[in-house]
């Protein structure tokens, strides 16, 4: 199946830092990507869903200044928290559609603000 | 706006036996996709199944089966055989393919999951 990878798989950061997590599609041309926040034993929550070379499209609570996504090539899409809080501390994951109706996840970012 | 709810938040099921896991979900559009997925404690997401809502047929693949009711809305996992190793979060998701044909934007939603712990 398609591979996804996220970098980094963790990241530890101090407040008020800038955190960059990139997801590429290794194998494939990705249009559309989304951006998970998921809280420990919660479910995924959509973030926004990130088009290659046009601006992403926000869930209503996201703020897009503090989350700010790019999705400049058909393979790589990154989200950046800017100026990172404790509460910023989650895990992200993202996820590229396939051809039809798959979905491909990767493996998750781990982000930790102290 | 779409919904997905799955109201068992932790399920028990002895090794070998067979358990489902309830899904049910509320959408106005006619064309759209459900998918199943599995979250273990390492935290990836693994693809189990998927049923498009004009699919006639449940969907299977391998011990997993899809027990669709359309009119019902529901969507609920079956683990036949289950084994120590499906212990982990299961979550049920939709996708609205309506929405690709409308407008560009296109989402997935995913239920609050369900915790189940396979025993020996």
């Known amino acids: 199946g398609a591979v996804v990878s996220q970098h980094p798989s963790w990241v530890i950061c101090k407040s008020g830092t800038s955190v960059k997590i990139e997801c590429r599609s290794l194998d494939f041309q990705a249009t559309t990507m989304f951006w998970y926040r998921q809280f420990p034993k919660q479910s995924l929550m959509l973030m926004a869903t990130s088009n290659e070379g046009s601006k992403a499209t926000y869930e209503q609570g996201v703020e897009k200044d503090k989350f700010l996504i790019n999705h400049a090539s058909l393979t790589l899409s990154t989200l950046t928290v800017t100026s990172a809080h404790p509460e910023d501390s989650s895990f992200y994951i993202c996820?590229?559609?396939?051809?039809?109706?798959?979905?491909?996840f990767g493996p998750g970012t781990r982000l930790t603000v102290t | 706006a779409q919904k997905i709810t799955q109201t068992q938040p932790g399920m028990f099921v002895q090794e070998k036996e067979a358990v489902t896991l309830d899904c049910t979900y509320d959408t106005s559009d006619q064309s759209y996709g459900l998918f199943w997925y599995k979250q273990p404690s390492s935290g990836e997401m693994i693809f189990l199944i998927y049923?498009?809502?004009?699919?006639?047929q449940n969907a299977t693949e391998g011990r997993y089966s899809l027990n669709f009711q359309k009119a019902r809305k529901s969507a609920n996992l079956v683990i036949s055989a289950s084994q120590l190793g499906d212990s982990a979060m299961y979550f049920c998701?939709?996708?609205?393919?309506?929405?690709?044909?409308?407008?560009?934007?296109?989402?997935?939603?995913f239920g609050p999951g369900t915790s189940l712990s396979v025993i020996p």
């Open positions: 049923q498009g809502s004009y699919d006639e």
């Open positions: 996820s590229a559609l396939g051809f039809s109706y798959e979905q491909y």
């Open positions: 998701a939709m996708r609205d393919l309506a929405s690709i044909m409308k407008t560009s934007y296109d989402k997935v939603i």
